[in-house]
């Protein structure tokens, strides 16, 4: 088993029973220092670096079908990389993985489809989170609700 931190789309509790029906949601988290933007093909990146805000993000206890199935949806290797970080859930500090989009796709600003914006708004309300790291980079984006 592995920890897959979500922070887009896969926030959609309906898309991760279709992809990872042993997928089980065990924490949530904010991971600090971080942006959203909507980059190659029009895909969320998860930006960690000198920023003075956060992102909520869900984390998933996933097997290796999962995995796999995470790796084609996400287009690993080519459009997104695997990101191993410590996290800590309950009182136990643990190694998680997000997916963080490879260059040159990351430095490409582009428009999102209303479908996956839709998709991650879902997952928003699925998870109760609020919407300020999204609406930003909607925002940045230039996109119409």
């Known amino acids: 088993m592995k920890y897959y931190i979500a922070y887009g789309s896969n926030l959609n509790r309906s898309l991760m029973k279709k992809f990872c029906p042993g997928s089980e949601l065990v924490a949530k988290a904010k991971i600090k220092n971080a942006v959203l933007r909507f980059r190659g093909h029009g895909y969320l990146n998860l930006e960690i670096g000198d920023f003075d805000t956060f992102v909520y993000t869900a984390i998933w206890k996933i097997d290796r079908a999962c995995e796999k199935a995470l790796d ?3 287009d690993y290797p080519k459009l997104y990389d695997k990101v191993e970080i410590d996290i800590k859930i309950k009182d136990d500090l643990v190694k998680a993985f997000y997916y963080k989009m490879n260059k040159p796709y990351d430095s490409e600003r582009a428009m ?5 914006v839709k998709t991650v708004l879902k997952g928003y309300k699925d998870m109760n989170f609020e919407t300020s790291a999204l609406d930003d980079a909607i925002e940045e984006i230039g996109f119409e609700k």
């Open 72 to 74: 084609i949806y996400e």
């Open 112 to 116: 999102p489809k209303k479908k996956y």
